[in-house]
């Protein structure tokens, strides 16, 4: 048996859902950004000079990298803040139950994409999640400081302005032999905006807990820096579609470029540029056509009319290592990738070992267990998932 206190720490860990002193001119931050425009958009690639200056600590370099099949790469180097400036996020928990919060996909009974207020606060309650208190106060807890200690939390950390995110993008993409799913929280690619993105929050369902998303669709993770969980230029179109009382109040371009994806794709909103939905996408929701940035044709993804509007899997070869943070806990964090569900703390004991045993990365092995049941593992699927043997997995776990 899993003992309940790693869980509860991989659950934390998963809601995932700075400025420095030294800065660099505009002449070198365009020179730079010239090579690597030079260097990628010949085949089709990340251009490094859509990236908003508002995010960036430095300018984005071209080094050496790794790809995870082994092969030697050039990739885009891009540090950025924990949040870009002037960007307006939140809210993202209500306050009692006469507030308006942020938005839940819902997937229990009911399931949808749902405003976070009374209507659907009491929903929970009658299938036996019990966010608020008599009095109608919802019960806020700031993860990246504080350990639940009620069974229901919405969550909403706080921001760190120090911490500062490196991400690596393949210049030059590559196809995978095959598709590689995008599991909860898997890293997706980076906005335009310069705030990463990652596939779904943990569900309701597998850890008791919240991690509200604000009406654009992002929230702040454990170790105090900001991402998105949908394509947010686009999800207006999402609230359309599934009638959800939301907006977002950043500019809407269904045809425009959102993001370069992990494995150095670039990501579009809903439709082509002809502003028709394209009919024949990939099951990573991915084609190959003519875009305003690259008219002669190149594979990109789409976003869906559905939450969470972001492809369910990447169709490329992404860098190894290709994003750290200088958080003290979260995804990425130094010393222990996921890192812990509270302040201060490493990974849950032994779980860096038994990622290291089974010859995982610490990522999968979270969104595995997450995936199959969280608290009530189901180790034969997550032993699957991972391509080990429920023996193997049950040894290596904590007891």
């Not at 229990?108 to 999640?129: A, N, V």
């Not at 997706?188 to 009406?215: E, K, N």
């Not at 999968?364 to 049941?373: P, Q, T, V, W």
Request: hydrophobic share 35%.
């Amino acid at each position: 048996m899993l003992y309940n206190g790693i869980l509860v720490s991989m659950a934390l860990t998963l809601t995932a859902c700075s400025q420095l002193a030294e800065q660099y001119s505009v002449e070198a931050a365009n020179d730079t950004s010239q090579t690597l425009k030079t260097a990628s958009t010949a085949n089709g690639g990340v251009d490094m000079t859509r990236i908003s200056q508002d995010a960036l600590v430095k300018a984005p370099e071209t080094v050496d990298c790794t790809l995870e099949s082994g092969a030697a790469a050039k990739c885009a180097k891009i540090v950025v803040k924990h949040q870009p400036d002037n960007l307006k996020i939140g809210r993202f928990c209500p306050e009692t139950l006469d507030d308006k919060g942020g938005v839940w996909n819902w997937d229990g009974e009911e399931s949808g994409l749902y405003r976070i207020d009374e209507k659907f606060l009491t929903m929970l309650e009658t299938q036996g999640y019990q966010f608020y208190d008599a009095d109608g106060k919802v019960n806020i807890v700031d993860v990246r400081t504080t350990q639940p200690t009620e069974n229901n939390a919405c969550l909403s950390a706080s921001a760190d302005e120090s911490v500062e995110m490196t991400i690596l993008l393949p210049l030059s993409p590559v196809k995978a032999d095959q598709a590689t799913s995008l599991g909860t929280v898997a890293k997706v690619g980076l906005a335009l905006d310069g705030v990463p993105i990652f596939a779904d929050a943990p569900s309701v369902l597998q850890t008791g807990h919240m991690p509200a998303l604000d009406t654009c669709g992002g929230h702040i993770d454990p170790g105090g820096w900001y991402h998105w969980h949908a394509t947010s230029t686009d999800i207006n179109s999402v609230f359309e579609h599934e009638h959800v009382d939301a907006s977002c109040a950043l500019e809407q371009k269904a045809d425009a470029l959102f993001a370069y994806a992990f494995d150095g794709y670039p990501i579009y909103g809903s439709v082509d540029s002809d502003g028709k939905i394209p009919t024949d996408l990939d099951a990573c929701n991915g084609h190959t056509g003519a875009t305003l940035e690259n008219p002669k044709g190149g594979y990109h993804y789409h976003a869906s009319t559905e939450f969470p509007n972001l492809p369910s899997c990447l169709n490329g070869v992404v860098a190894k290592d290709n994003f750290t943070t200088t958080a003290k806990q979260g995804i990425g964090a130094q010393g222990g990738g996921p890192g812990a569900g509270g302040p201060g703390q490493g990974l849950p004991p032994g779980f860096d070992t038994a990622a290291t045993t089974l010859g995982v990365s610490e990522t999968e092995l979270l969104s595995a267990i997450m995936k199959n049941g969280g608290r009530e593992l189901d180790t034969a699927a997550a032993a699957k998932d991972l391509g080990v043997t429920e023996a193997a997995l049950k040894a290596a776990l904590p007891n």
